[in-house]
């Protein structure tokens, strides 16, 4: 996730790290042990998801997933972007929960399963009211996606780090991923940025959307073995992905 003020923030299993945005990575903020212990007893959460932020009442906050060995439970997790302290959590009606994106415009949390997705799941903050679910499609049909590790919304598109959406699950192991953009008005999906084994990239992770200050579109994905950052000049949704200067 990029931090507003330019740090990267990073989540493993039971943690969350601030670092600089540039190499050396050096640290800024860490706390090694973000789930609070009765959070993990009341229901075995022990794996941080994919985050987003927002400022809420004047604190910039980070939005994060909770999930369990078993994959029957899920949870939203709140923690503070400078300090990295939990500020809240509740259950969510999900069997998994790979990421928790928020729309800092309408406070709503977008979110899913992990394999055979056809709907997008929306929750309100802070009291975690459930929105009825948004379906997703494709050139106006049903359509279902795999592999989702990471979510991020911006203007208007829930982007989502995916399996890649033109091959069967057969040939999507030895072929990279996706990034695919999601209308939060209609839940059409078109492809926005398409990874390849060749890169290096695996298995897309989370991923982070924002705008520089020549409001070019940045997408910051994290794969398994490295981090991509793509600088688009100019965005274009379907089978020709994006234009990329980076």
């Known amino acids: 996730h990029l931090h507003k003020r330019g740090s990267l923030v990073f989540t493993g299993k039971e943690t969350v790290r601030r670092t600089w945005p540039m190499a050396p990575f050096q640290t800024e903020a860490w706390n090694s042990k973000a789930i609070p212990e009765n959070v993990t007893a009341d229901g075995g959460f022990h794996h941080i998801g994919d985050i987003s932020s927002m400022v809420y ?5 980070l939005f994060t997933s909770l999930e369990e060995s078993t994959f029957s439970r899920t949870m939203m997790m709140v923690v503070t972007a400078d300090t990295l302290e939990y500020v809240t959590s509740c259950r969510l009606p999900q069997l998994h929960s790979p990421f928790l994106a928020i729309d800092p415009a309408t406070s709503i949390m977008y979110s899913s399963e992990h ?3 056809d709907v997008i799941r929306r929750y309100i903050f802070p009291s975690c009211t459930e929105l009825p679910p948004l379906p997703v499609r494709r050139k106006g049909n049903t359509t279902v996606l795999h592999g989702i590790q ?3 919304v911006y203007d208007g598109l829930l982007y989502l780090s995916a399996d890649k959406i033109n091959l069967s699950k057969e040939q999507i192991a030895s072929n990279g991923g996706d990034v695919v953009a999601v209308s939060l008005a209609t839940g059409e999906i ?5 990874l390849w084994c060749g890169m290096g990239l695996s298995e897309t992770e989370g991923i982070d959307v924002s705008a520089d200050a020549d409001g070019r579109l940045k997408m910051l994905v994290l794969n ?3 981090s991509l950052l793509v600088t688009v000049t100019e965005l274009v949704l379907g089978e020709e ?3 990329a200067e980076s």
């Open 224 to 226: 398994n073995f490295l």
């Open 57 to 61: 009442e004047g604190q910039e906050l």
């Open 150 to 152: 990471g979510g991020a």
């Open 241 to 243: 992905a994006l234009r």
């Open 190 to 194: 078109e492809l926005a940025l398409g």
């Open 115 to 117: 394999n055979n997705v």
